[in-house]
């Protein structure tokens, strides 16, 4: 469900973006944290790693990150805050290194979260560097090409309609305060133009 919150938010593209390449910033930490720790070199030839949990805690982090004052409820019991779910979940990854059977799969985890925390700064314009392109299998065409004028004119369209980031920053706020309800429908409109 987690995911469903921060999709509200941003691109289906950089749903996909965070997932995919969270998956494999932690499988690459894996790998080089086994070749690299002597402690593992004696067990690095038997371990494999096995499924998307690397992307999963990045969209994780990635939502605590993006939404920090956004109340969830889990498991109906009490109010909690996206930033405190996922600083549990990183804290419990670390806390596990030294006891846990899957120290690999923790490291796909840690790897995970750091993408998740590098994206949401890149996407927030918070990063002193530009990221490469992570994903060029979502473009719509893998090379270059020059637009034609109606392109241009849309593009420009497009981004003269976008609402400003101060704008949904106050709608942001709201959110972490009275919660998605109390938002109206201009102010929902805004959230999603803002997302495209």
Known sequence: FIGRILEDFLSNRQMWTIFIS??????????????????????????????????????LVATGMFLPRYVVRP???????????????????????????NT???????GGALFGVIYILHIQGKLGFKLPNFN??????????????V??????TAKKNKPNQEEVDAI????????????????KNTLFKASE
Do not use: C
């Open 22 to 59: 969270g998956g494999i910033i932690g499988a690459l930490l894996f790998v080089v944290a086994f070749n690299i720790f002597p402690e593992f070199h004696v067990v690095v030839k038997t371990k494999k790693l096995l499924g998307a949990s690397g992307g999963v805690t990045a969209i």
């Open 75 to 101: 498991f109906g019991l009490f109010d909690v805050e996206m930033r405190w779910v996922a600083l549990f979940f990183v804290f419990r990854d670390l806390y596990m290194f030294p006891v846990s059977q």
């Open 104 to 110: 690999g799969g923790l490291f796909a985890h840690i």
């Open 136 to 149: 060029p299998l979502f473009s719509k065409k893998m090379g270059t090409s020059k637009l034609d004028e």
């Open 151 to 156: 392109q241009i004119r849309k593009q420009n």
């Open 172 to 187: 942001l706020d709201k959110i972490s305060q009275s919660g998605y309800d109390s938002l109206s429908q201009h102010e």
